[in-house]
């Protein structure tokens, strides 16, 4: 019977802090998308604030190929607009809200569980 987990080949989030997510070694002080898929690697998420946040951003968590997008809203737990993940849903991604700790955790666990997950991690400047 095996009793240790399986190696994830996916990205992991080793870190975070107030103003940072460090993602393999890597740390990151801008809003950031990191993926589980192979072959990815984190990208900048050109999100400031909160209230800066249009459609259009989560637009392009559409192309990643994720079959569940999590959404980091920052230090605290804010809710995107309904209109806004409209381009999700007509695609069959699922989306889910929580503060940036908890996205980070969550998205460690699905991603060791080698599930398709995308992450989007507001850091607001």
Known sequence: MKLQPDKSNSLTINAYG????????????SSLIVSSLAGSSPQVWEVRRFEDLQATDFEVL??????????????RLRFPKPAWLGILI?????????????????YNILASEGRKVVVALLQEC
């Open 90 to 106: 007509s695609k069959g991604i699922g989306m889910e809200t929580m503060d940036t700790g908890a996205a980070c955790r969550t």
């Open 18 to 29: 107030t103003g940072w997510i460090e993602v393999n070694g890597d740390r990151f002080s």
């Open 62 to 75: 559409t192309t990643t190929g994720a079959e569940l997008v999590l959404f980091g809203s920052g230090a």
